[in-house]
């Protein structure tokens, strides 16, 4: 980014002029905090330097004193004024830092040097100096800046320019542009983890302690549902119901609300379900909730929020998980962009992922769409049979027992099983025995560190191509989505397969099929 702006001229005192004709700040100037659903008050910010923006249990001061060129502070407190009237003050206090950049790069006069600029003008400008700034707030904050000036008709702007200030380009965020590299896209092993660990939370929900319950239930609503930590943190527990069927069966139903919205009118709620097999994590979390205050991580979090934790600690306690489970450190916004190419990939359109992820339009969904790799790609990789297998680290398939010892083993430490009505057995042995293990037997053996595999590979082979139909049924009739633990798992399975027969022993040749 150039340091310097070039104009080709002496500004003026006109344009000073216009600044001062701007008109007089109101009074005081009100903005709703959604987490507090209330409104909040700046009081005299003509008078004040500091306007105090309270919102999500967080307390930012915007200090106008650090701009020392009085024109300049006036004018930026009456773009701050006109943004928080358009979006929310978490986005107003990081615009309001953006200033502050901006000025140390550029000297407060670019503000005033930027209002006398032919907007025709700033297209050379733009390309050159802020197209490719590696901090995107930066870029949006100047074009809001310059969508300001047409509003207020000042200098060379007016509303008929808004348009053109609206299409100058701004290049793919990081976050997206790592949906596109699939960088902040989980792993198939860390998918499976997180959803055997909330398999087991859900198992043994009434025997976890307090904090375990309060962090698999953070897991549960941002793995499933992909919503931001603002909107976790804002979660009521008034909005939490308990459903129970006919079966005696109880699911969580609640309610969220749409973020990153200019006005309240934008912020509607919508309704979901926690899944019905990790549903024991939230009504046990619901009940405890409901019947004592714990889990207070802070005083400025509320007792009427169904997570009375900061907003920052939602994020923090999402990361903590993650790694204990993954050991991979994932926070809230890599697994609400899984979650959101998890629908792309099972075959969801552009206006169903815009409403799972809460968006007023599609163009930010084609991201996912991009990255998403081709209907024979996804079978191929759900059947095994990429050439490029992932190597199931965690697993150290270092022993092997032969057939022979196998049979001589008790029949609780035989594996065997009929998943998905397809008999399995005599695939290897178990250390702790069958009876002992909460997993699905013969899916979940190859891939537990317990697992002794049989040295025979045709064995192996056979299951593997057994499994494959079962898999390609799944992906033929659209039997769940890939959200699916049963999807997740079988995929995962084959993988895990198909790697013990390449770390087996080659039998004499004509003795396998693959």
């Known amino acids: 980014m150039t340091s310097q702006m070039s104009f080709g001229f002496d500004w003026d005192t006109s344009v000073r002029e216009h600044i001062r004709k701007l008109p007089t700040l109101p009074s005081h100037i009100r903005y709703v905090d959604d987490y507090d659903e209330d409104w909040r008050t700046v009081e005299k910010p003509y008078e004040s330097d500091v306007w105090q923006l309270k919102f999500d249990t967080t307390i930012v001061n915007m200090n106008f004193a650090k701009f020392q060129d009085i024109d300049v502070r006036y004018l930026l407190k009456h773009f701050m004024f006109w943004l928080l009237g358009r979006n929310a003050p978490g986005y107003v206090a990081r615009c309001f830092g953006a200033l502050l950049v901006i000025k140390e790069s550029q000297s407060e006069i670019w503000f005033i040097k930027a209002i006398n600029m032919p907007v025709e003008e700033w297209k050379l400008h733009w390309e050159s100096s802020w197209r490719e700034d590696p901090a995107e707030i930066n870029v949006l904050t100047i074009k809001l800046l310059l969508n300001f000036f047409c509003?207020?008709?000042?200098?060379?702007?007016c509303k008929e320019n808004q348009d053109f200030i609206?299409?100058?380009?701004?290049?793919?965020?990081?976050?997206?542009?790592?949906?596109?590299?699939?960088?902040?896209?989980?792993?198939?092993?860390?998918?499976?983890?997180?959803?055997?660990?909330?398999?087991?939370?859900?198992?043994?929900?009434?025997?976890?302690?307090?904090?375990?319950?309060?962090?698999?239930?953070?897991?549960?609503?941002?793995?499933?549902?992909?919503?931001?930590?603002?909107?976790?943190c804002r979660l009521n527990l008034d909005e939490f119901t308990i459903v129970e069927d006919v079966e005696g069966i109880k699911t969580a139903h609640f309610q969220a609300h749409r973020a990153k919205k200019r006005t309240p009118e934008a912020r509607f709620g919508f309704r979901r379900r926690v899944?019905?097999?990790?549903?024991?994590?939230?009504?046990?979390?619901?009940?405890?909730?409901?019947?004592?205050?714990?889990?207070?991580?802070?005083?400025?979090?509320?007792?009427?929020?169904?997570?009375?934790?900061?907003?920052?600690?939602?994020?923090?306690?999402?990361?903590?998980?993650?790694?204990?489970?993954?050991?991979?450190?994932?926070?809230?916004?890599?697994?609400?962009?899984?979650?959101?190419?998890?629908?792309?990939?099972?075959?969801?359109?552009?206006?169903?992922?815009?409403?799972?992820?809460?968006?007023?339009?599609?163009?930010?969904?084609?991201?996912?769409?991009?990255?998403?790799?081709?209907?024979?790609?996804?079978?191929?990789?759900?059947?095994?049979?990429?050439?490029?297998?992932?190597?199931?680290?965690?697993?150290?398939?270092?022993?092997?027992?032969?057939?022979?010892?196998?049979?001589?083993?008790?029949?609780?430490?035989?594996?065997?099983?009929?998943?998905?009505?397809?008999?399995?057995?005599?695939?290897?042995?178990?250390?702790?025995?069958?009876?002992?293990?909460?997993?699905?037997?013969?899916?979940?053996?190859?891939?537990?560190?317990?697992?002794?595999?049989?040295?025979?590979?045709?064995?192996?082979?056979?299951?593997?191509?057994?499994?494959?139909?079962?898999?390609?049924?799944?992906?033929?009739?659209?039997?769940?989505?890939?959200?699916?633990?049963?999807?997740?798992?079988?995929?995962?399975?084959?993988?895990?397969?198909k790697q013990t027969i390449v770390d087996l022993p080659r039998e004499e040749a004509g003795s396998e099929h693959e």
């Open 151 to 157: 509003e207020v008709s000042i200098g060379h702007f």
């Open 166 to 232: 609206r299409f100058l380009p701004v290049r793919y965020t990081r976050s997206y542009r790592g949906v596109q590299s699939g960088e902040v896209i989980l792993t198939v092993p860390e998918e499976t983890a997180i959803i055997c660990y909330l398999d087991e939370m859900a198992r043994k929900s009434n025997n976890l302690n307090d904090a375990e319950l309060l962090k698999a239930s953070l897991l549960c609503i941002s793995y499933q549902h992909g919503l931001r930590p603002v909107q976790i």
């Open 275 to 497: 899944k019905r097999e990790w549903s024991p994590i939230l009504v046990e979390y619901l009940t405890r909730r409901q019947h004592s205050k714990v889990w207070k991580y802070s005083e400025k979090a509320k007792d009427t929020k169904l997570f009375p934790v900061e907003r920052s600690n939602i994020s923090a306690l999402i990361g903590e998980i993650t790694e204990e489970i993954t050991s991979v450190r994932r926070t809230a916004t890599p697994i609400r962009h899984t979650a959101a190419q998890r629908l792309v990939d099972s075959g969801a359109n552009a206006e169903e992922v815009a409403e799972f992820l809460g968006h007023s339009h599609t163009k930010t969904s084609l991201c996912y769409f991009e990255a998403s790799p081709t209907q024979a790609e996804k079978l191929n990789q759900a059947l095994a049979v990429s050439p490029i297998y992932s190597a199931i680290s965690e697993v150290a398939k270092t022993k092997t027992i032969d057939k022979q010892k196998l049979l001589r083993m008790p029949a609780d430490q035989q594996v065997g099983g009929v998943p998905h009505g397809i008999p399995i057995s005599g695939i290897g042995a178990c250390d702790i025995g069958q009876s002992m293990c909460a997993k699905h037997p013969a899916l979940s053996c190859y891939t537990c560190p317990k697992f002794l595999p049989v040295s025979e590979r045709s064995v192996h082979s056979t299951v593997l191509n057994n499994l494959r139909q079962v898999v390609r049924f799944f992906f033929d009739e659209s039997q769940g989505d890939n959200q699916s633990p049963a999807f997740v798992q079988l995929k995962t399975t084959l993988e895990a397969i």
